[in-house]
């Protein structure tokens, strides 16, 4: 038996990266996954990675799996999406917040437009879709909702600044993970009462996907100071699949959290090698 057997799941960004890898461990555990994101079809967008692939591939392997494509930044796709859900599998019960739109530029370049739309995707969508899950979720007293941060949410304090923070322009990028973490946590107690858990979880060192590689982030997947994808969707499935009391409220790292379930030996990153940062918040 697969550990999300007949749950309905809606992951975003699912047409690449760690979205596409959340989908298919998913679907391998049993659940029936809506894929969403705007690319359907290879070629559509310059990266490599669409809706059509990811789905054939869960369904080479036997599980459940549909794409819908959905421009997230507007409220009215948000709607459609957890509709066309409902309408393919029944209610949701499980929601992953990982699609995500960054420019890498710093503040006095950033047009106006571009800093809108980012955070409509990065913040704004998962609370649209938070809400709209809910009314699945709490008449029925289970669900979980996580959402994927950044080691990006961890500001670089105080003066002077010579050599820590080496995410250029990633000021927008990592504002909007540290509200995202602090709007889960909000969110979670908000809801625990009515069985639904909420969490955000970061990977520990940086997924090479075709978006970091493109970037210049990480070199690619042989980089030594990269992470596979597969244990960020390991530890997505743990906070989907735990018991409440243990996961809700939670902002964790996903080395971290696998090692402290026992689901990994060992690992690297925040929360493990004692220089890392392990809070989501600023450094002050």
């Known amino acids: 038996m697969g550990k999300l ?17 959340v989908a298919r461990l998913l679907a391998e555990e049993g659940a029936r996954v809506v894929c969403a994101a705007r690319t359907l079809k290879e070629g559509d967008h310059p990266l490599e990675g669409s809706l059509e692939t990811t789905v054939a591939g869960i369904r080479e392997f036997g599980g459940e799996a549909t794409a819908v494509v959905a421009n997230i930044s507007e409220p009215a796709e948000c709607e459609s999406l957890v509709q066309a859900a409902r309408d393919a599998y029944g209610p949701v019960d499980v929601l992953v917040n990982n699609a995500a739109l960054t420019y890498f530029l710093p503040i006095t370049d950033f047009a106006v437009n571009r800093w809108m739309r980012s955070w409509a995707v990065n ?7 938070s809400q709209l899950v809910l009314a699945d979720m709490l008449p029925r007293k289970r669900g979980r909702i996580v959402s994927i941060s950044s080691v990006a949410a961890v500001g670089p304090g105080r003066a002077p600044f010579a050599d820590y923070y080496n995410l250029q322009g990633g000021t927008c990028y990592g504002a909007e993970k540290a509200a995202l973490e602090r709007f889960s946590q909000g969110l979670a107690s908000e809801v625990y009462a009515g069985g639904v858990g909420v969490s955000a979880v970061a990977p520990s060192l940086v997924v090479p996907t ?4 493109y970037h210049g982030l990480v070199s690619g997947s042989g980089d030594p100071d990269a992470e596979p994808p597969e244990l960020l969707a390991r530890a997505v499935l743990l906070l989907a699949t735990e018991p409440l009391d243990r996961v809700s409220g939670r902002v964790a790292y996903s080395q971290e959290l696998l090692r402290e379930f026992g689901w990994i030996a060992d690992g690297r990153g925040p929360g493990i090698d004692p220089a890392a940062p392990v809070s989501g918040f600023s450094r002050m």
């Open 5 to 21: 057997d007949g749950r309905n799941v809606i992951v975003t960004g699912a047409s690449r990266g760690i979205g596409a890898e």
């Open 123 to 129: 913040f704004h969508a998962p609370f649209i879709l």
């Open 210 to 213: 075709p978006g970091t590689i």
